[in-house]
Nanobody
Framework: QVQLVESGGGSVQAGGSLRLSCAVS????????MGWFRQAPGKEREGVAE???????RYADSVKGRFTISKDNAKNTLTLQMNSLKLEDAAMYYC?????????????????WGQGTQVTVSS
């Protein structure tokens, strides 16, 4: 069984940065795909960034150039560096892991989910 625990959320002003971390119990390298999703109140959960087992990363258009996803297999950790945060980035952020290949940020592709960490962005 794989468990995911996010941390690093908080409140930041627009233009600021936050670094989210996801601690993975179990072996992160056994997961074919790791990702970050977010969900704002009244909105559907959306994919933010994915990283597959070959190190290929993908980003939602809304965060390209501002967010960076990275994996540390030795530390069993997934991180999301978020820079130049915007008001619209405010949401609950979730870490997710999939036994299968990444597939266009499809939530149903993921087998394991964390409880989420809240990101608040103020003007």
């Amino acid at each position: 069984q794989v468990q995911l625990v996010e941390s690093g959320g908080g409140s930041v002003q627009a233009g600021g940065s936050l670094r989210l971390s996801c601690a993975v119990s179990g072996y992160i390298y056994s997961m074919q795909c790791m990702g970050w999703f977010r969900q704002a109140p009244g909105k559907e959960r959306e994919g933010v960034a994915e990283a597959d087992s070959w190190g290929v990363t993908r980003y939602a258009d809304s965060v390209k150039g501002r967010f960076t996803i990275s994996k540390d297999n030795a530390k069993n950790t997934l991180t999301l560096q978020m820079n130049s945060l915007k008001l619209e980035d405010a949401a609950m952020y979730y870490c997710a892991a999939a036994r299968s290949y990444c597939y266009h940020f499809q939530p149903h592709n993921y087998n394991y989910w964390g409880q989420g960490t809240q990101v608040t962005v103020s003007s």
